[in-house]
């Protein structure tokens, strides 16, 4: 029977659908497994042959853990709110909710179309208010809690409260923004407002000042991966730093667990290094210094110095005597206190320059700038005077956003040193001070102070190594009160708030300024509608436009604007939550996805735990998985999630680059005439331009004229010079010998749609089929590489499944299998078996394809040691295996359900062994020899084989060399 894949794949997703093949239920007698992979943004371009890449990987892994007689939890949903798809309402005025369904149907479809083995009972979509009703719920426990650090946990509110109330902030070691002192008598002087400010400091979700990319264009708050060039990566608008209020979760206080929860989990090194420098932990001292600022006197003609200090952070305190300036960063509030009034106009000249750079341009781009406030600072250590600068390489939610420059010992601050031709210092004996190296982290002695300056109270590190002279200052400035040893992180609080329509709604409303939280019993808070999306004529966020946006308390409802008082009825929060929101506990809704009265029930929660294999790009190395394991960890504290890191093995899998093929067009002044291009082969004799041309009209780098013809009405009359020089007619595309072709350049780029290179996985399956599609993807190469897409190379995959397929049509039997079927069958049994184990996808596909050729050649017809093959093949190609399973009259309803075959060794014990016999180095014959045969027994018979004569004819034997199960080398001369 032919392999008529099309038939066969659309009969088992029918029946995978009518028999719920794929639904999973908690089962307490079976090991629980659970499979998640990164959720689709669903866009309106649908999926490319790029996107499938992740779900194949974990679908054959999911698949596998089934047959292994696992409870395999693989649940699919969409991360369904964004701006993309605002941006087009706010185009065609059509409600982002309908655009978003629509693409969620589309990606539906293309997913089922691949066959995976989805539990589509659990899906969650975020734009859904039963799924953000949870989202709504964990936002207003942050608002009511605070994170205590001596409990290393976070805490409700109302603790809070009763230890204010009776000690006052003694003793109180809490995560806040800043530093409060005050006593029980002065938290209970105050009235509800002072007092719901004060808590604000503290609580977990919280209202702040913070410097966001501003985007006025699109009207609303981007994150740093959507800003690109000071410019919004959708839209293409300037993007502004601006000072906000802005609904912030505080991250940093998870920072400590954050680091240490990653020494639990099995993810990569490379994986874990990069939240390791985005979490930063760095252990230093805060040192004051004094400062001096120059203010014209309001009387006479000098100048009144204005006396003021100001603290900052340093992992190498004592390198304070190769201090020569001082930076701050732009942001901080520091520059308008110590900004002289003759620097006034220069320094705002240069903030307005900063203003317009994302702190990730700032970081990364290594150009230097700055400004002089015209203050100095005083070295506590040596009494100098030293200027203080203004520069983008310093950022405020670092430390103090204040350093002191050593720039001997430090390759950003030589780099500004040299530019402006400040002091350098060297303090290291013997120390290379230069653009290359900076070693002052190496363990060399120490020398200071300067030559002919006196230190503070004789201070010298004179003689101590490097981490000797760390511990030794850290000691005297805490000893002379300038200065306390601190740890500090790079890690800083998340800006929660968007101004944006298409996102969750925030549960918040205002009273007297200050917000109060939607009942809980209340939620969710629906998104209203409106009748545009875009920001209101005043500046308000697009939910300024809702007219039935209030909320009552007494009635407990939304209610009209109209109706706002003041005093029962009052304003509801404008702004929305960002995409990270949906996506930081959906593993846990999938638990329990139709649960009305809780995030996760406890059954559930308890069977599942956590997330055992995640799968997704490398994207979301750092935003997304810090986000999302400290949203574990919150809810683990509340006792809502048990188990503290959500991911117990993370898998990134490569991206899949698109194979662009290049059309020449050959130039010309004259624009009148229909446009020339010419093939490959000949374009070197003419002079030419590459276009980019859609991949799916070229086939095997040859182009197909007609359809080119008909891709863009420009090229309608275009003529064409072809491989063998010959040119078309001018009105057709005839080409009269098999030479004349028009073959077309290629290069391996970024799957895009502006390169015209991207792959429709519909039109792959409807060619080939979803088995060959999904094969082919992961033999593409290892799962974590990136690797080029390239048609032209599915066919060998499509070639081996029909011979799978072959194997069994044939008469099968009951009879025993030969020996060395039961050896490739074995061989290939535990080869495919640990290369899923190690997602080596590729080599387990070559295995496979191996084996297939030798049973071929064995004639084998053995039904027992095929059924095998045909479990072995289930994870890779399912619709196939399903079939096969079917007509072989498998054990079980669907090949899902079967058993994962074991090996036997006995079968791969090898009796005898194949040589390569060489001479002089050069290989001649091989000969096989029983496994256990000894060294001189191979060289006798190697000697004394008859095609051994030829090559040893009259030549005398200086030595024979045996490498054990590999050659048998005889020298002679």
């Known amino acids: 029977m032919e392999y008529n894949f099309r038939d ?117 979509r975020t734009c859904d208010p039963h799924y953000y009703h949870w989202t709504q719920w964990a936002f207003e426990r942050m608002f009511n809690s605070y994170y205590d650090y001596t409990r290393q946990k976070a805490l409700p509110i109302t603790e809070l409260i009763r230890h204010f109330e009776e000690e006052g902030t003694l003793e109180l070691h809490a995560a806040q923004s ?18 719901q400010k004060t808590l604000m400091n503290y609580r977990i979700a919280y209202l702040g000042e913070t410097m966001v990319n501003w985007c006025p264009g699109l009207g609303t708050v981007l994150a740093n991966d959507e800003v690109v060039n000071g410019v919004s990566e959708r839209g293409g608008y300037p993007v502004v730093q601006k000072l906000m209020k802005q609904w912030c979760l505080r991250v940093s206080a998870y920072a400590q667990r954050l680091l240490d929860g990653l020494e639990k989990i099995d993810w990569s090194d490379s994986i874990k290094e990069t939240q390791k420098n ?26 009144d110095m204005q006396e003021g200090h100001f603290t900052i952070f340093t992992t190498r305190a004592d390198t304070m005597f190769g201090v020569s300036f001082m930076v701050l960063a732009p942001e901080s509030e520091l520059v308008s206190e110590l900004t002289s009034d003759e620097q006034k106009a220069e320094v705002e000249q240069y903030l307005a320059y900063v203003k317009k750079r994302t702190e990730l341009e700032r970081m990364s781009d290594r150009k230097v700038t700055g400004v002089f406030s015209g203050s100095y600072a005083i ?80 201070f010298s590190l ?108 009052f304003p509801l929060e404008l702004n929305t939550m960002p995409g990270f929101a949906g996506s930081s506990a959906y593993y846990l809704r999938y638990m329990d996805p139709h649960n009305d009265e809780a995030l996760v029930g406890g059954k559930a929660d308890e069977y599942w735990q956590n997330v055992d294999l995640y799968v997704g790009g490398t994207e979301h190395a750092t935003g997304h998985l810090i986000y999302s394991r400290f949203w574990n960890k919150f809810l683990y504290d509340l006792g809502c999630s048990c188990k503290e890191e959500p991911y117990e093995k993370l898998v990134n899998q490569g991206m899949i680059q698109g194979r662009s093929n290049f059309v020449y067009r050959v130039n010309s002044d004259d624009h009148s005439k229909a446009p020339v291009f010419v093939s490959l082969g000949q374009k070197d ?116 499944l029909k011979k799978f397929w072959k194997l069994y049509q044939q008469e099968l039997d009951g009879g025993k299998p030969s020996k060395e079927s039961l050896k490739s069958v074995h061989r290939l049994i535990k080869k495919v078996t640990g290369d899923i184990e190690q997602f080596s996808y590729n080599t387990a596909i070559s295995a496979f394809m191996i084996c297939v050729n030798e049973l071929g050649q064995q004639k084998c017809a053995s039904r027992e040691l095929l059924k095998k093959m045909i479990v072995l093949i289930a994870p890779f190609a399912p619709h196939m295996a399903e079939e096969l399973w079917e007509q072989l009259g498998g054990e079980t309803k669907s090949v ?63 030595k024979v060399i045996v490498v054990p199960k590999k050659i048998v080398n005889i020298v002679c001369k």
């Open 178 to 195: 800043e530093e409060l002192m005050f006593s029980a008598n002065d938290w209970k002087s105050m009235d509800e407002q002072e007092q």
């Open 896 to 958: 899902c359900d079967a058993a994962w075959p074991a090996w036997d060794e006995t079968y791969l014990v090898e009796n005898e062994v194949q040589l390569t016999v060489s001479f002089n180095g050069k290989a001649r014959f091989q000969m096989t020899f029983p496994a256990d045969a000894a060294r001189e027994d191979i060289e006798k018979t190697a000697l004394a084989d008859e095609r051994s004569r030829h090559y040893i004819d009259g030549k005398t034997i200086v």
């Open 278 to 303: 985005w979490i930063g932990r760095s252990e230093g001292t805060e040192v004051e210094f004094k400062s001096l600022t120059p203010r014209h006197a309001s009387q006479g003609n000098g100048d």
């Open 8 to 124: 066969i794949e659309k009969k088992w997703q029918r029946k995978w659908v009518e028999d719920k093949t794929y639904r999973v239920v908690e089962d307490e007698n079976k090991q629980k497994f659970y499979v998640l992979n990164m959720f689709p943004y669903p866009s309106g371009a649908g999926l490319h042959v790029g996107h499938p890449l992740g779900y194949i990987a974990s679908d054959i892994y999911a698949r596998y853990k089934r047959l292994k007689g696992f409870n395999v939890l693989n649940p699919m949903g969409y991360d369904a709110y964004g701006l993309p798809a605002e941006q087009y309402a706010i185009q065609t005025g059509q409600h982002p909710e309908v655009t978003t369904q629509k693409n969620i149907a589309r990606y539906r479809e293309q997913l089922d179309k691949i066959g995976f083995s989805f539990d589509w009972d659990r899906e969650v």
């Open 379 to 458: 070295n506590p250590f040596t009494g100098e005077q030293i200027p203080i600068w203004i520069s983008e390489y310093v950022l405020a939610g670092y430390g103090t956003g204040a350093i002191m420059a050593v720039p001997a010992h430090d390759s950003r601050d030589y780099a500004f040193a040299k530019h402006f031709d400040l002091p350098i210092i060297p303090l290291i004996e013997g120390a290379d001070v230069s653009e290359e190296s900076f070693d002052a982290k190496e363990g060399i002695v120490t020398n200071s102070p300067a030559p002919g300056k006196e230190s503070l109270d004789g």
């Open 685 to 800: 004799k003419y002079d030419t331009t590459p276009i980019h041309v859609d991949v799916n009209i070229v086939h095997a780098d040859v182009l197909d004229i007609a359809a080119f013809k008909a891709w863009r009405p420009e090229y309608h009359n275009a003529e064409f010079i072809f491989e063998d020089g010959t040119r078309s007619a001018e009105s057709t595309a005839d080409r009269p010998t098999p030479a004349a072709v028009y073959k077309c350049g290629w290069a391996i780029e970024k799957m895009s749609k502006s390169m015209f290179n991207v792959v429709n996985p519909d039109d792959i399956v409807e060619q080939y089929g979803a088995d060959t599609l999904r094969l082919y993807e992961m033999f593409l190469g290892p799962v974590e590489a990136s690797k080029p897409w390239d048609t032209n190379g599915i066919d060998g995959c499509f070639r081996f």
């Open 462 to 569: 004179n003689g101590l190594t490097v981490k000797e002279a760390i511990a030794r200052t850290k000691q005297f400035v805490t000893e002379k009160g300038i200065g306390r040893v601190k740890i500090n992180y790079r890690l800083r609080d998340a800006i929660f708030s968007r101004q944006r329509y298409w996102g969750e709604p925030f549960p918040v409303y205002y009273k007297q300024g200050m917000p109060y939280m939607v009942p809980e019993e209340c939620l969710p808070l629906e998104l209203p509608e409106i009748d545009k999306y875009e920001p209101t004529e005043t500046g308000e966020p697009p939910l300024g436009r809702a007219k039935v946006w209030a909320w009552d308390e007494a009635e407990r409802k939304v209610v009209d604007k109209s109706l706002v008082d003041g005093s029962t009825v």
